[in-house]
């Protein structure tokens, strides 16, 4: 059975490939560019996994984290960026990440995640 995914990131390039790509695997995708939306979502709706950009212009993706986890401790983030050393990453895993992703998207390890949910 499909999972349901939100997936919030600046570039379209990164929505649109991540989309089609769990889409084709039977998944539920919904995808914002705005930052607001989407914690707005991850609060509201009920997903199985929030994959979220580090680096965006509105907020960070550790500040997704941090507020989202903070009103609803259960939902699964996964972070995605292109510098693994990247501050704004252990900042988000300190807040209750479950994973960090590398740019280009990993699609064999967001699908590891959806497979194993207690990870």
Do not use: Q
Not at 33 to 46: C, M, P, R, W
Request: glycine share 8%.
């Amino acid at each position: 059975m499909g999972k349901r995914i939100l997936v919030i990131d600046d570039e379209e390039m990164i929505l649109t490939t991540i989309k089609l790509t769990l889409e084709d695997l039977g998944h539920t995708v919904f995808t914002t560019s705005d930052t607001d939306k989407g914690i707005e979502a991850a609060l509201t709706g009920d997903y199985d996994l929030v994959i979220t950009d580090i680096r965006m212009p509105e907020r960070t993706g550790a500040e997704i984290v941090e507020a989202v986890l903070e009103k609803k401790p259960g939902v699964r983030i996964l972070v995605m960026t292109a510098y693994p050393g990247d501050p704004l990453a252990e900042k988000a895993m300190n807040a209750g990440a479950v994973g960090l992703l590398k740019k280009p998207f990993e699609a064999h390890k967001v699908l590891d995640f959806i497979k194993n949910p207690a990870d």
